[in-house]
């Protein structure tokens, strides 16, 4: 009954956002329509997540345990967002219709147990990104698309490829209980699996989308990837990459992991020196994701766990949910000032604005780590892992890159005490009622988590 509960709703889902799209091409009230549609779609497919604890189309579709968990957080996240951007503009009410499809997309890849529907799902969050960069407006929005989507085609080309190999290996395109009959050719399936992550999550050195598409894009768009991209793409590709090494030859297993380290590393300290000499926001974001996918990478290398996965769910939530309190405050000095992207316009920001100025202030150093913050809380988590699986060089080259990184953060908040003078004459920001409900619930979970870890993490 479940299992047909779930079809259903993922039938109403499609049905309210395709009549959601139907609705923005009704003069006046269209808009209104279209976000009513939207947000009832959202509500309905939480609801239907909220009372169930597994969903199972097949044996190639499978939603489950701590999946169902990350997936009712993603939900949630989702609701938000469409009441953050709102029915006041048709192009943020457009945005809410395209985010509800890369949801879904997104709930497919979750519960993908086979090769195919993996891609299949995989596509179709890569698709709406694609749309999502070039409808932002911005003057070099289509060609940052264009250049993305050209990009992602190669890596999608080159997947398919290690899916070939990968089936070659097996026989089977399932992703688990498959049995290995050749290693060579598993070895190659998992080195072009691992190249597919490093570019999804933009790590170095496949990061060079990150930069130019970042640029090229609206912050609210911005926020948007970090919520469902980060969080569903990251979870799903380290957790299947983790089960997969563990049917991998030790010679060849060692050979990977090696390179997921290399990369790791390499990613966290590329990622925190560029951020440092970065002067426009959305640079310092896309470097500061490089830095944090080095972080990530570094989980696979860790045996996979009941724990390890709920950690890895906690520091994704954690992560993005901060970054995205970051960009949504970002986005509304930006408003004020012509949507400039640099650091300029946050200068003398606290005289003005002083609540908003204070949640950027708690956010970003929750970015950068410092105690009493779930930031920090996340990275002791994950030193601690990786001290406690033997990983002491490369969890101390990530730590000693990480402390590079404050410098940055830092920036943020001196930007924000700078000038007061000429304060006095910056306006003063108007927010709308949702958002300062998202802020606040950012701000609690914030300093919940960094003062009570052991109540979410397992951690003492």
């Known amino acids: 009954m479940e299992n047909l509960t779930f079809v259903q709703n993922v039938l109403i889902f499609l049905a309210l956002n395709a009549v959601s799209l139907l609705c923005l ?6 808009k209104y329509c279209s976000f009513t549609f939207t947000l009832i779609a959202a509500i309905t497919f939480f609801a239907m997540l909220f009372g169930s604890n597994s969903f199972a189309i097949s044996d190639l579709f499978m939603l489950e345990g701590n999946k169902i968990l990350l997936l009712k957080i993603v939900s949630v996240l989702n609701i938000f967002m469409i009441l953050i951007n709102g ?25 993908a147990n086979d090769l195919m529907t993996f891609y299949v799902a995989m596509e179709t969050v890569a698709l709406v990104g694609y749309a999502l960069v070039a409808t932002s407006g911005l003057e070099n929005s289509r060609e940052a698309s264009v250049k993305y989507l050209i990009q992602g085609s190669v890596i999608s080309v080159i997947f398919l490829l ?4 990968y089936l070659g290996a097996t026989g089977s395109l399932t992703l688990v209980g498959a049995t290995v009959v050749n290693q060579e050719f598993y070895a190659v399936a998992l080195g072009i699996f691992i190249l597919t992550t490093c570019f999804k999550l933009g790590a170095f050195p496949f990061h060079a989308w990150i930069a130019d598409v970042y ?31 563990l049917e991998c030859d030790p010679h060849f297993q060692d050979i990977l992991i090696r390179i997921i380290q290399v990369v790791a590393v390499m990613s966290a300290f590329y990622g925190n020196i560029m951020a440092l000499v970065q002067g426009q926001f959305k640079r310092i974001i896309a470097y500061s994701s490089v830095a944090h996918t080095g972080y990530m990478l570094m ?3 860790l045996n996979p766990d009941e724990a390890y996965e709920t950690q890895l769910i906690s520091y994704l939530v954690i992560y993005s949910l901060t970054a995205t309190g970051v960009i949504l405050i970002l986005n509304q000095f930006a408003e004020l000032n012509k949507n400039q992207d640099s650091r300029e316009i946050l200068k003398g920001g606290f005289y003005r604005n002083k609540g908003l100025s204070i ?10 780590g410092i105690p009493l913050t779930s930031g920090f809380a996340m990275k002791y988590m994950l030193f601690t892992n990786f001290f406690r699986e033997g990983f002491t060089i490369e969890a101390t080259s990530i730590l000693i890159s990480s402390i590079i990184g404050l410098a940055y953060y830092i920036k943020f908040v001196s930007d924000l005490f700078a000038e007061e ?22 701000l609690v979970s914030i300093f919940t988590v960094g003062i009570a870890p052991s109540l979410f993490l397992g951690m003492k």
């Not at 290690?162 to 190999?165: N, R």
């Not at 894009?217 to 380290?238: E, P, R």
């Open 25 to 30: 091409n009704v003069n006046k009230i269209g």
């Open 87 to 111: 029915y006041y503009s048709l192009e943020k009410v457009k945005n809410s219709v395209l985010v509800s499809y890369m949801f879904l997309g997104g709930v497919f890849l979750l519960g």
């Open 162 to 165: 290690g899916v070939a190999f």
């Open 215 to 245: 640029s090229n894009v609206t912050l609210g768009n911005l926020a948007t990837n970090f919520f469902i991209s980060k969080i569903i793409i990251g979870f799903k590709f380290i957790t299947m990459m983790q089960i997969l090494l």
């Open 299 to 301: 989980m696979i290398c």
């Open 359 to 368: 949640m950027l202030i708690v956010f970003v150093l929750s970015l950068a």
């Open 421 to 442: 003078a000429e304060a006095k004459s910056l306006p003063t920001i108007k927010t709308r009622f949702s958002e300062t409900l998202v802020h606040v619930i950012i």
